[in-house]
C-alpha cells in the first residue's frame, strides 16, 4: 500500500463503523470512534478513528476531522493514564506500509507503556477476548465519569 492507494470502503475499520464487523468500544460520537486494538502492543492499547472520513492516512484526511479525532485521543489518553497508571505512554500514528501502516483507514493509536515492559509485536498477538471485555468495561466506567 502506497501512500497514494485510493481508499479501500471494505477495510476493517470501515466495516467495524459500519456495524458490519465489532470491536470493544470504549468511545463513540457523531464523528469519532475508540476501541480496545484487538492485537494490543501494551495492556490498554487504544486506536481512534474518524467516522466519517474516508480517509487512508495523515495526507488525505480532512483537517476538521483530525482535530476531533486528536481532541479524542487526549481526553482518552487522559482517562487510561488515571485509571491504568502508566509509567509512559505512546501517541502514534502510521502512514504507508512502510512506515508500519497495517489497517489502512487513518487511525491514531494510545500505547500505555510500562516501566521494564518492552513492547509487544505490532499486530500480532491476539488478545484475550475476557481480558479485553474486563478492561473495556473498567475504562468505559472511567470515561463515564471523567471525560
Ligand atoms: P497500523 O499498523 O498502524 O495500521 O495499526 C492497525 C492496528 O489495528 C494494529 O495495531 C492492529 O493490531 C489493529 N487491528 C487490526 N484489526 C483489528 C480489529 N479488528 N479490531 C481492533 N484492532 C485491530
Not at 506500509?97 to 491514531?108: E, K, L, R, S
Request: proline share 5%.
Amino acid at each position: 500500500m502506497s501512500l497514494t492507494t485510493p481508499y479501500d470502503a471494505q477495510n476493517i475499520f470501515a466495516q467495524i463503523i459500519r456495524g458490519d464487523a465489532p470491536c470493544y468500544k470504549l468511545y463513540e460520537d457523531d464523528d469519532v470512534l475508540a476501541f480496545l486494538d484487538l492485537f494490543p502492543q501494551s495492556f490498554g492499547h487504544t486506536l481512534v478513528i474518524p467516522k466519517r472520513s474516508a480517509a487512508c492516512n495523515i495526507l488525505d484526511v480532512d483537517t476538521e476531522a483530525l482535530a476531533k479525532v486528536m481532541a479524542v485521543v487526549q481526553k482518552l489518553t487522559r482517562v487510561i493514564v488515571d485509571e491504568l497508571q502508566p509509567d509512559g505512554v505512546q501517541v502514534a500514528q502510521f502512514n504507508g506500509a512502510p512506515a508500519g501502516q497495517t489497517v489502512f483507514h487513518i487511525h491514531v493509536h494510545i500505547v500505555p507503556r510500562y516501566s521494564g515492559e518492552g513492547l509487544g509485536i505490532h499486530a500480532a498477538g491476539k488478545a484475550d477476548p475476557a481480558e479485553l471485555e474486563e478492561l473495556q468495561a473498567r475504562l468505559q466506567q472511567r470515561i463515564a465519569t471523567q471525560a
